[in-house]
């Protein structure tokens, strides 16, 4: 019977190391949180980066790792401290990363990380080939491996190859900066279908493949050849209902069954009821734009002093890349931004912010989700944005309101949220008044539509249109061939 087999750098668990002792951890991110959800129903395996460099392990050591992983249906990459520098610090999160999300200067054009992205996606399609069967179909994700379709059609063109950006595809004009772009594209068109989150970064796709290799495209095909390549925009949904769901319990939860985190939060509105709380979750990264958000509310405190005292922005930040310079010195700037705002506007019983910089469990993040009055995401670059959904589903009385960047794909399904520009601090402070102050019924009224939308296209509906198109364009390839 044919599979469908999952490759990508980050797997659903990563393997971290306690008193001797190796542990899985759910992994962060929007591609292992999405993925998790759907990919046991398919009959194939999950091949990616256990997330720790083998110098950390020894040879038994390994076969433990590699057996935790096997029961979760994963097989495992292993990739040494040096490929963890150079691959996957160096030439996906200071080449890549960077310039597909806009932020030119930041981007490293070291040959070394170049090579070391060659050699690492060489092992990942190595890998994937041991584990294929004749006419198998396989699914490769993300920016950390886009040769990985050239490599695996140049050896076994029988098999149909799906391949997901989860993040923005620049304009031409910045995809063009980079050296190796010919190489990148050639990559990524070994797959019969590439998907984006947005039609934008689709047509900013195509264009390139126009401009640099003049291929033939009509609408969304490319005829190499012999081969049809088909681009296409599936935006990627949350399992709604697993949020919906744990939220209830939370709220329908008695109070002696209550985390200390929910406590906490339910003693901050005992202090005084019209309190509110602001939530903002994401992995620590320059992308997220979480200095702009810091200083926008510090506006909103100083432009609104009737609001000091009375409300909290709950920041929670997850360590993310912390070898990369730019991380750490955007982790010195966020400390020193909330520094500054509690200093100045904190008294004896209120923090304006509270921040958390540590991944959180699940339950913990529902109920900060179904507790928070606003949602404020400002990224500057987002692929997506899954925290925004996680938001909208948790809210199960459809009170609440979510403030989204513009620069978010997610803003695509939020019209009724209310869209700001990132970088317009004062816009920012007066948008969160805005959703402060918004009566209730117009919270219902917006929260609704968006939860109807995100509920029909969830996780699953996202997988399941990936996979018919990726069966349909075999079909077409197949017939194509026949004629
Ligand atoms: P990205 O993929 O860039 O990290 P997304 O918003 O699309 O951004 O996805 C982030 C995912 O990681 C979400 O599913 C979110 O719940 C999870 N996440 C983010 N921050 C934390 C945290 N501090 N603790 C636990 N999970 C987190
Ligand atoms: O969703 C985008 C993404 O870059 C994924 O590819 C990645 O797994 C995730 O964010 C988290 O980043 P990392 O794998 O570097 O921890």
């Keep these: 019977m044919k599979k469908l087999h999952i490759v990508s750098n980050r797997l659903p668990f990563s393997i971290v190391s306690e008193d001797d002792k190796f542990l899985l951890k759910p992994s962060v991110g929007g591609l292992a949180t999405g993925m998790k959800s759907v990919y046991k129903d398919f009959e194939g395996r999950w091949i990616g980066w256990p997330g720790i460099a083998t110098d950390s392990y020894t040879v038994d050591q390994f076969k433990e790792i590699e057996g935790l992983l096997d029961k979760e249906g994963c097989d495992t990459v292993p990739l040494t401290a040096d490929e963890v520098h150079t691959f996957y610090e160096g030439f996906c999160n200071r080449t890549i990363w960077p310039l597909f999300h806009y932020f030119n200067q930041y981007v490293d054009y070291s040959p070394e990380f170049w090579e070391s992205y060659v050699e690492v996606n060489q092992k ?37 190859i799906g391949f997901f950006l989860h993040i923005p595809f620049p304009s031409y004009e910045v995809f063009r900066i980079l050296p190796w772009r010919n190489e990148l ?38 005829h190499i050849d012999e081969r049809i390549i088909l681009a296409d925009a599936f935006p990627m949904g949350i399992d709604y209902d697993k949020f919906h769901d744990s939220a209830i319990k939370t709220i329908s939860r008695p109070m002696q069954e209550k985390s200390t985190l929910h406590k906490e939060l339910e003693k901050y509105f005992l202090v005084s009821p019209d309190r509110k709380l ?171 539509v968006i939860q109807k939308r995100l509920k029909r296209y969830d996780v699953f ?11 349909r364009i075999a079909q077409i390839q197949t017939d194509f061939l026949a004629k």
């Design 124 to 160: 990942f399609a190595d890998k994937t080939l041991e584990v294929v069967e004749d006419g198998d179909f396989v699914w490769v994700h993300d920016y950390q491996l886009m040769l990985v379709p050239g490599m695996l059609k140049a050896k076994r063109p029988d098999i149909t």
């Design 278 to 448: 602001i939530l903002s979750i994401d992995r620590l990264d320059y992308s997220k734009g979480i200095p702009n958000r810091l200083r926008a509310f510090e506006k909103f405190l100083e432009k609104f002093p009737e609001y000091r005292t009375k409300v909290t922005l709950v920041m929670l930040a997850v360590p993310s890349r912390n070898s990369v310079p730019q991380y750490q010195r955007l982790k010195r700037e966020v400390d020193e931004l909330v520094g500054r705002i509690n200093g100045l506007y904190g008294t004896v019983n209120y923090a304006p912010v509270w921040y958390f910089y540590r991944s959180m469990p699940f339950e913990n993040l529902v109920e900060l989700y179904s507790m928070s009055d606003v949602a404020l995401l400002t990224p500057v670059r987002d692929g997506m944005n899954l925290v925004a959904k996680e938001y909208v589903a948790s809210r199960t009385n459809q009170t609440g309101v979510m403030i989204i960047s513009e620069m978010t794909g997610v803003v695509k399904e939020m019209g009724e949220a209310i869209v700001i520009n990132p970088n317009h601090e004062s816009q920012v402070a007066d948008a969160i008044k805005q959703a402060l102050e918004m009566p209730i019924d117009e919270q219902r009224a917006r929260m609704s």
């Design 185 to 222: 594209l050639g990559g990524l068109l070994g797959a019969d279908l590439i998907g984006f989150h947005t039609y934008d970064y689709e047509r900013h796709f195509l264009s390139s493949v126009r401009r640099l290799f003049g291929y033939e495209i009509s609408f969304n095909q490319i």
């Design 461 to 471: 509906k996202w997988a399941e249109q990936f996979v018919s198109s990726l069966k």
